[in-house]
T-cell receptor, first 111, second 114 residues
Framework: LAKTTQPISMDSYEGQEVNITCSHNNIATNDYITWYQQFPSQGPRFIIQGYKTKVTNEVASLFIPADRKSSTLSLPRVSLSDTAVYYCLVGENSGYSTLTFGKGTMLLVSP | KAGVTQTPRYLIKTRGQQVTLSCSPISGHRSVSWYQQTPGQGLQFLFEYFSETQRNKGNFPGRFSGRQFSNSRSEMNVSTLELGDSALYLC?????????????FGPGTRLTVT
């Protein structure tokens, strides 16, 4: 399983764009990159997934460079409710792969 | 569509007892995974079931076991509880087995062992 490295914490203010970068140097050819968000005492929630280049949905954008050794989750115009832990995971869509959650990035959004 | 439900939401047990937690996946989802979350260790994978078969197992002692029924509902059991088993136990379901498929998590069961 490819290991991921991401910052332990980040601070931001309401209305700003937040970019969280995740490093996954030994990502395999069949691996996808997935981001989850977790609020205290709740289960994680899927945010976005990508394989290469750029993916955008109504919540976030995911930028993946050509070498795929890193990825950046971009949250546009954050609000206080975006304060949460964000996990970057790498894994393949095979029946025997599992999700390995690291420590995640604690994002604190202030007014 | 109803989300993943877990029962009970809170549980207090004493050391040495056993406990059974239940998870009902989203309708149509055949894969159910279980995770343990503690402040010190973070989110750790316990096991995954797909079509009543255990597909994957994390690095936990044999006191932790699970099963899945034909309707995809799943239970996990912890025997001979230890203080260190106090944690939030999360269940997640997905349409197919495999780590990269979108997983939908339940609210969790908060287990306290005294």
């Amino acid at each position: 399983l490819a290991k991921t490295t991401q910052p332990i914490s980040m601070d931001s203010y309401e209305g700003q764009e937040v970019n969280i970068t995740c490093s996954h140097n030994n990502i395999a050819t069949n691996d996808y990159i997935t981001w989850y968000q977790q609020f205290p005492s709740q289960g994680p929630r899927f945010i976005i997934q990508g394989y290469k280049t750029k993916v955008t949905n109504e919540v976030a954008s995911l930028f993946i460079p050509a070498d795929r050794k890193s990825s950046t989750l971009s949250l546009p115009r954050v609000s206080l409710s975006d304060t949460a832990v964000y996990y970057c995971l790498v894994g393949e869509n095979s029946g025997y792969s599992t999700l390995t959650f690291g420590k995640g990035t604690m994002l604190l959004v202030s007014p | 569509k109803a989300g993943v439900t877990q029962t009970p939401r809170y549980l207090i047990k004493t050391r040495g007892q056993q406990v059974t937690l239940s998870c009902s996946p989203i309708s149509g989802h055949r894969s159910v995974s279980w995770y343990q979350q503690t402040p010190g260790q973070g989110l750790q994978f316990l096991f995954e079931y797909f079509s009543e078969t255990q597909r994957n197992k994390g690095n936990f002692p044999g006191r932790f076991s699970g099963r899945q029924f034909s309707n995809s509902r799943s239970e996990m059991n912890v025997s001979t509880l230890e203080l260190g088993d106090s944690a939030l136990y999360l269940c997640a379901s997905s349409l197919l087995a495999g780590g990269a498929y979108e997983q939908y998590f339940g609210p969790g069961t908060r287990l306290t062992v005294t």
